[in-house]
């Protein structure tokens, strides 16, 4: 099975950065789209931003501009830089990747790590 581990988050300052990585493990195949989600309390879980395997992406308007993704298919690894961090982005931010697994067959589907806390002070 795929395990996907979130790190690099934490307490900052508004104005600071963080960079959020994703590593995901397991029987895999292919990674197709990745993604950052995050949820606010209180609020839904959305999405951040995304990217395809061939390093397309996609943000949310109250990100874009301040956070880039990316990603190493090499390492099965996906990275948020996160700069002029602001109070309204304290989550808990989640990676997602679809994924193709190989056991006895193939196998696809979202994957999702145990998330990690964002927190920016004012």
């Known amino acids: 099975q795929v395990q996907l581990v979130e790190s690099g988050g934490g307490l900052v300052e508004a104005g600071g950065s963080l960079r959020l990585s994703c590593v995901a493990s397991?029987?895999?195949?292919?990674?197709?789209?990745m993604g950052w989600y995050r949820q606010a309390p209180g609020k839904q879980r959305v999405l951040v931003a995304s990217?395809?395997?061939?390093?397309?992406?996609d943000y949310a308007g109250s990100v874009k501009g301040r956070f880039a993704i990316s990603r190493d298919n090499a390492k099965n690894a996906m990275f948020l830089q996160m700069n002029s961090l602001k109070p309204e982005d304290t989550a808990v931010y989640y990676c997602?990747?679809?994924?193709?697994?190989?056991?006895?067959?193939?196998?696809?589907?979202?994957?999702w790590g145990q998330g990690i806390q964002v927190t920016v002070s004012s």
């Open positions: 990217i395809t395997r061939g390093g397309s992406t």
């Open positions: 397991g029987s895999i195949f292919a990674i197709s789209d």
């Open positions: 997602k990747a679809d994924v193709t697994l190989y056991t006895d067959t193939f196998h696809s589907g979202d994957a």
